[in-house]
């Protein structure tokens, strides 16, 4: 069996950002799906490394996965890491995981080591974004648990990113993780994301003052590019501490295990050499007892479906993301979409990811370009201003 056709396809799920499929083909007629982490404004960046590696997939084995992988990044990329190279290598490898699973007659998790469990427990996010008030959080925090989830996420803060928070912001975000808690009572875990926007300092100033909360966990609470950032924030932190988001390989991670950053680790599959490079990933983090949670700001189609593959065959595992305000927009496009079942998910049956792209819906809901707003005029500004209230805006 050789690769014949690799493809990108973008869509707009009608909400938040656009998403990146790919399809690979080969010579037997049978076809996977996979799926490339995007972020608004360089989706287009990453369709252009799906295609410029296209050719160097044509006419290998789709079942050669570890072997095209290392020649992409010895070869393609020139052993150079970059997020857009690993999220484009991710969509490929993840279809040839689905080609071959439908060519041996079984589902992926069968493929990577079976089953340890036989549903896979989720958290939603997407569902806080542009919220105008405490009170407005509050309220679709219990819509959400209503939808049967029983851990949610959520970043509770307000103003632009910066390494410090003042006191009017840090407020802000207490009394928001104050009145979920009081909204959804004390059975819902709530996931706090901070989204890498804080000094050590003030990220463990701000978990302290929102220990009484329970929070399930504290989110990528500093830059994990200097990983002793994180370390740090991890001395004044008692919840557990989750990193990992921005990190995309092994040689990454082996850091973050050596120094102890993190009891949690949200690798995300779509960006980190897809499912046989999470499985890798999870093997590392297993003897330090380092748990994963897998990212997942993809579709809840074929990126979830990989993620659920992943996280049914981890023994380490402990809760997946999932995006349920871009769900109705990726179910349209699905043959068959995933149920969601009182926060979990059930493993699919079908061989390979057990999910399949109806074609003529999906080009439906085309690309759509979003007018990029920078809460800054000049540097000056940037340094030497802090926003007004009147520019609070949730991100």
Not at 360 to 374: A, D, H, S, T
């Amino acid at each position: 069996m050789k690769i014949v056709n690799v493809t990108p396809y973008l869509f707009f799920p009608g909400v938040a950002k656009n998403l990146l499929l790919c399809r690979v083909d080969t010579d037997e007629g049978i076809y996977g799906w996979g799926e490339a982490y995007v972020v608004q404004g360089k989706e287009k960046a990453t369709e252009t490394y799906i295609l410029g590696m296209a050719p160097y997939m044509i006419g290998r084995s789709p079942f050669d996965v570890k072997h095209s992988g290392r020649a992409m990044f010895d070869d393609f990329a020139i052993r150079r890491s970059s997020c857009d190279f690993y999220s484009a290598w991710s969509a490929i490898e993840i279809a040839c995981w689905d080609i071959i699973g439908k060519a041996c007659g079984q589902p992926v998790y069968n493929l990577i080591g079976g089953r340890c469990r036989e549903r896979v427990r989720v958290y939603a996010n997407g569902w806080w974004g542009g919220a105008a008030s405490v009170e407005e959080m509050a309220q679709r925090a219990i819509q959400v648990s209503e939808m049967g989830f029983t851990a949610m996420k959520f970043d509770p803060f307000r103003g632009y990113w910066r390494d410090t928070l003042t006191a009017e912001q840090e407020d802000y975000a207490v009394n928001c993780v104050k009145a979920i808690r009081e909204a959804v009572g004390s059975k819902v875990d709530l996931l706090i994301e901070v989204h890498r926007r804080l000094s050590p300092w003030y990220a463990a100033h701000f978990s302290q003052r929102i220990e009484k909360y329970n929070p399930f966990w504290i989110e990528e609470p500093c830059l994990s590019d200097n990983i002793d950032l994180v370390v740090q924030a991890k001395r004044g932190i008692k919840a557990p501490l989750v990193t990992g988001e921005t990190l995309y390989n092994k040689e990454a991670f082996k850091e973050v295990f050596e120094k102890q950053a993190a009891e949690i680790i949200n690798p995300d599959t779509c960006v980190c050499n897809g499912i046989l490079g999470m499985m890798e990933i999870a093997a590392m983090a297993d003897p330090y007892r380092v748990l994963m949670s897998p990212h997942n700001f993809n579709s809840t189609v074929v990126g979830m479906a990989a993620t659920v593959h992943i996280s049914a065959a981890i023994p380490n595992f402990l809760i997946a993301e999932m995006f349920i305000n871009i769900k109705d927009g990726c179910d349209a496009v699905a043959v068959k979409p995933l149920e969601v079942d009182q926060g979990f998910v059930e493993l699919p049956k079908e061989p390979g990811l057990g999910v399949d792209i109806n074609l003529e819906e999906l080009e439906k809901r085309p690309y759509k370009v979003f007018e990029r707003k920078f809460p800054f005029k000049g540097a000056a500004q940037y340094y030497d201003e802090y926003p007004r209230k009147e520019d609070f805006c949730v991100v």
